[in-house]
């Protein structure tokens, strides 16, 4: 008798927390203390956090550890043409992980998300990691020195974190 199997896509874990923390100073050591339910609930036209100025993280996390190959961060406000998207004077953006929301691993360090846009328009950005990533708590913080600006305009303010598997 043959044997067959069926092969599944990977499917990436359900988010259960959408936090946030104001002044992420502390990168490795910090806590994502607010509670931020608009940055999971699917809706990528309602600004869910404040702008993202310098060092502020926005994150999310999962009932249990999980794996991803990147986040996905909707901006809530129009921009300019895609290629001016930056961080300002040579800012750039991070990705952490952390098991316990206390204790944080520097995934990746982005010069400058490559963009995407959906369908409204808005200018969002992508962060790829070099290898899949397991973990409970994902952020993802603007590291300065100044904040993300779109072709010199007011900041972006982040409306949906959306994490996938590749």
């Known amino acids: 008798m043959p044997i067959s199997f069926i092969l599944k896509a990977p499917v990436a874990p359900t988010r259960t927390h959408g936090l946030q923390i104001g002044l992420d100073s502390s990168p490795l050591t910090s806590t994502l203390s607010t509670s931020t339910v608009a940055l999971i609930d699917g809706n990528v036209d309602i600004a869910a956090a404040p702008n993202w100025i310098n060092t502020l993280s926005n994150g999310v996390g999962f009932a249990e550890p999980g794996t991803i190959?990147?986040?996905?961060?909707?901006?809530?406000?129009?921009?300019?043409?895609?290629?001016?998207?930056?961080?300002?004077?040579?800012?750039?953006?991070?990705?952490?992980?952390?098991?316990?929301?206390?204790?944080?691993?520097?995934?990746?360090?982005?010069?400058?998300?490559?963009?995407?846009?959906?369908?409204?328009?808005?200018?969002?950005?992508?962060?790829?990691?070099?290898?899949?990533?397991?973990?409970?708590?994902?952020?993802?913080?603007?590291?300065?020195?100044?904040?993300?600006?779109?072709?010199?305009?007011?900041?972006?303010?982040?409306?949906?974190?959306?994490?996938f598997i590749l």
Request: proline share 5%.
């Open 69 to 163: 190959n990147g986040i996905d961060v909707y901006n809530w406000a129009a921009y300019g043409d895609s290629d001016s998207w930056r961080a300002a004077d040579d800012g750039h953006v991070e990705v952490y992980k952390s098991n316990d929301n206390a204790i944080w691993t520097l995934v990746k360090d982005y010069d400058q998300p490559p963009v995407f846009s959906h369908s409204t328009g808005r200018f969002n950005f992508r962060c790829t990691f070099d290898a899949a990533e397991t973990a409970k708590y994902f952020k993802v913080r603007n590291g300065g020195p100044n904040t993300l600006v779109t072709g010199g305009n007011a900041p972006p303010r982040a409306s949906e974190i959306e994490v």
